[in-house]
């Protein structure tokens, strides 16, 4: 009768499908591959401008009082070319709904105060939600240290290979479930996103990285997008916060 105590869906929905295709199905993963098909990328970009009718791009109040999320990755200290980026993310207004990715800002060369103050603007044109900032650096968590001061909501993420990994997958569901949306003019999103690359560790696990060696700033608005729509949690897809 075989075994009924797993179920083949259940493993699909806790590993990525690069896992489940190297671990269950015994296929190798390129080291290097990108994380996100391109085609799927691409796929996803609409013209907001006759697609999002509620969208006013150039009103004080874009949104009008209709709540975003925000994702911070914070500028590096690296020497590598790093800059902060921030993504604005209008969430589902209902259940399994898709996200709007309605601006994107990248910073450069900026102390951790001004990218502190970046944000703050955010907060008063838009009606923000949640805020999650990259602290992994030593400016992350000194822009965090600020921002938490007028955003007391505002929420810190670790950057581990757990961590990325959970961003990553998250993502890769909203991409497949068709529930994500970008303005077409904002190609260097897709740029950023195509940068995310899938890393095999020594130990077999398969992790997430970006190439830095692109003139992309290691896809930085990508994990500033992913920072905004992990608000809502992988397996929580009908729990949107309206």
Same mark, same amino acid.
């Given at each position: 009768?075989?075994?009924?105590?797993?179920?083949?869906?259940?493993?699909?929905?806790?590993?990525?499908?690069?896992?489940?295709?190297?671990?269950?199905?015994?296929?190798?993963?390129?080291?290097?591959?990108?994380?996100?098909?391109?085609?799927?990328?691409?796929?996803?970009?609409?013209?907001?401008?006759?697609?999002?009718?509620?969208?006013?791009?150039?009103?004080?109040?874009?949104?009008?009082?209709?709540?975003?999320?925000?994702?911070?990755?914070?500028?590096?200290?690296?020497?590598?070319?790093?800059?902060?980026?921030?993504?604005?993310?209008?969430?589902?207004?209902?259940?399994?709904?898709?996200?709007?990715?309605?601006?994107?800002?990248?910073?450069?060369?900026?102390?951790?105060?001004?990218?502190?103050?970046?944000?703050?603007?955010?907060?008063?044109?838009? !009606?923000?939600?949640? @805020?999650?900032?990259?602290?992994? =650096?030593?400016?992350?968590? %000194? $822009?965090?240290?600020?921002?938490?001061?007028?955003?007391?909501?505002?929420?810190?993420?670790?950057?581990?290979?757990?961590?990325?990994?959970?961003?990553?997958?998250?993502?890769?569901?909203?991409?497949?479930?068709?529930?994500?949306?970008?303005?077409?003019?904002?190609?260097?999103?897709?740029?950023?996103?195509?940068?995310?690359?899938?890393?095999?560790?020594?130990?077999?696990?398969?992790?997430?990285?970006?190439?830095?060696?692109?003139?992309?700033?290691?896809?930085?608005?990508?994990?500033? !997008?992913?920072?905004? @729509?992990?608000?809502?949690?992988? =397996?929580?897809?009908?729990? %949107? $916060?309206?």
């Amino acid at each position: 009768k075989g075994w009924k105590l797993t179920r083949l869906d259940e493993i699909q929905d806790e590993n990525s499908e690069d896992e489940f295709r190297n671990l269950y199905m015994c296929e190798f993963v390129r080291d290097g591959e990108s994380a996100f098909s391109l085609n799927l990328l691409i796929g996803c970009g609409v013209d907001g401008y006759d697609d999002w009718p509620d969208w006013k791009p150039f009103a004080p109040r874009p949104m009008g009082n209709r709540p975003v999320w925000v994702g911070y990755d914070a500028n590096g200290s690296t020497g590598n070319g790093d800059s902060g980026a921030l993504c604005v993310v209008v969430p589902p207004a209902v259940p399994g709904g898709r996200f709007r990715t309605i601006e994107t800002r990248q910073v450069q060369g900026l102390e951790f105060e001004e990218q502190a103050r970046v944000i703050e603007d955010i907060t008063l044109k838009y !009606n923000v939600q949640h @805020i999650g900032i990259d602290v992994t =650096g030593g400016n992350g968590d %000194a $822009v965090y240290q600020i921002v938490k001061k007028f955003f007391p909501a505002a929420v810190p993420y670790n950057f581990t290979m757990a961590s990325k990994r959970a961003l990553v997958m998250k993502m890769l569901q909203v991409i497949r479930a068709g529930r994500w949306e970008y303005d077409r003019g904002e190609r260097e999103l897709v740029t950023a996103f195509n940068a995310v690359r899938k890393i095999k560790t020594q130990g077999g696990f398969i992790t997430y990285d970006t190439d830095r060696s692109r003139g992309v700033s290691h896809g930085d608005l990508a994990w500033a !997008n992913m920072l905004a @729509i992990i608000n809502e949690p992988l =397996g929580d897809e009908d729990g %949107a $916060v309206k």
